[in-house]
């Protein structure tokens, strides 16, 4: 069982939202569509299940082409974070709904009801209708009706976005376990990347129709292909600035200079792009070889045991996240940190030329 797109592309009134793509998911695999708003993410679940037809190219599952096949012909489940239940059937007639299209015994039902409704803390509420319950319940109702179809294709499109931290988080590590246990290819959308890094798996970076790296997620994280993967896989997005190559020199924007050594010191002579993520950005010194960069803070938001700080960096738009609540003046000049092996490399047009050291070691 897999599932195969080649070549597959949309575009709807002349707007292109998918871009030719090609893409291969295993069975029993937890794949995860990374990417801000807008990036394609739903528009490609839809042509995996069969909602939309590709203008372009083919929709392979297990060996079979099923470009034309309706949505109701295929073995799919799909959640999306707007959930949709029955108003009118009881939360138990709502998770068993597939199971009895699909001709299951009532004991077969009755097992699988309740073990979902257990798993989605529903127990107390199978009586009720989904308009009694709060809109995290209505979610995991949803959820349930999911689990219970057995379907070899599981769509997720961003599912946990209206649920409570807690359930949320314990909801992230329980459903992919079941999925994949049951040999189903598990797609889950998400804008934030957090989320993909808590899932594991195989992430899909997407930006603006196009898939730009897919590979095991810690990859991706680590080793992104180009600057604009980076950027997806960080949050806050990644900070650039430039940097020359000169010898075993690097010099950075604003003078600042580091020995080429390790993996920088196979760069060519020239001009290219340094980026690094927001949580390297300290406040003080780590390293005696660490760098340090003179910059104008501009906003600051405490998020309780953290603090985001907005910086101008010479006419560049930086985000430092610091550990701890800081007191810090708005508009005043900032000395900032950065660990060298925390910088990855890349060529002017984005393409990667050097992972972070630290990238790498690990």
Known sequence: MSLVLEGVSKA????????PTNLELRPGTMNVLLGPTSAGKTSLMRLMAGLDVPNTGKVIWNGTDVTGLRVQDRGVAMVYQQFINYPSMSVYDNIASPMRLLGKSKDQIDQAVKKAAELMKLTPFLDRKPLELSGGQQQRCALARALVKDAGLVLLDEPLANLDYKLREE???????IFEEAGSIFVYATTEPEEALLLGGN????WEGRITQFDRTPVVYRQPVDA??????????????????SGDTLSFG???TAPATGTFATLGD??????????HLELVKPTPTALTFSAKLQVTEITGSETFVHLD??????VGLIHGVKNLKIGSALDVYLDPAHVYIFAEDGTSVAPASYATAA
């Open 12 to 19: 709807v009134n002349g707007q292109t939202h998918i871009y």
């Open 171 to 177: 909801l992230r590590a329980e459903i992919p376990k």
């Open 203 to 206: 992430t899909a970076a997407m």
């Open 228 to 245: 604009t993967t980076a950027r997806v896989f960080s949050d806050p997005p990644m900070n650039f600035l430039k940097v020359t190559k």
């Open 254 to 256: 604003d003078g600042q």
């Open 270 to 279: 020239g001009g290219y792009l340094a980026g690094f993520r927001p949580n």
């Open 313 to 318: 960096h010479h006419g560049d738009n930086w």
